[in-house]
Nanobody
């Protein structure tokens, strides 16, 4: 069984920074990508940033230039550095890892940005 443990969420003022981290443990086969998604009440979960095993990154347009994703393949960890946070970044952030035929989600961590 694979477990994803997230940390780093919290309350921050607009313009501030937070760093989210996610550690995967358990029996993990080849990981294709690790990343972060977010969800607000009444809306679908949306991609924030992902990084493929080869290092290719994908960012939502709304976070480009402000968020940076990084991962440690040896430790199966993925992090998200979030700078210049805006109130509209407020959401529950979920860690995700996926292979060719499987995927797992973390339990989610709340990020709240006050104006």
């Amino acid at each position: 069984q694979v477990q994803l443990v997230e940390s780093g969420g919290g309350l921050v003022q607009a313009g501030g920074s937070l760093r989210l981290s996610c550690a995967a443990s358990g029996t993990i086969f080849s990981i294709n990508a690790m990343g972060w998604y977010r969800q607000t009440p009444g809306k679908q979960r949306e991609l924030v940033a992902t990084m493929a095993s080869g290092g290719t990154t994908t960012y939502a347009d709304s976070v480009k230039g402000r968020f940076t994703i990084s991962r440690d393949n040896a430790k199966n960890t993925v992090s998200l550095q979030m700078n210049s946070l805006k109130p509209e970044d407020t959401a529950v952030y979920y860690c995700n890892i996926r292979g060719s035929m499987w995927g797992y989600w973390g339990q989610g961590t709340q990020v709240t940005v006050s104006s």
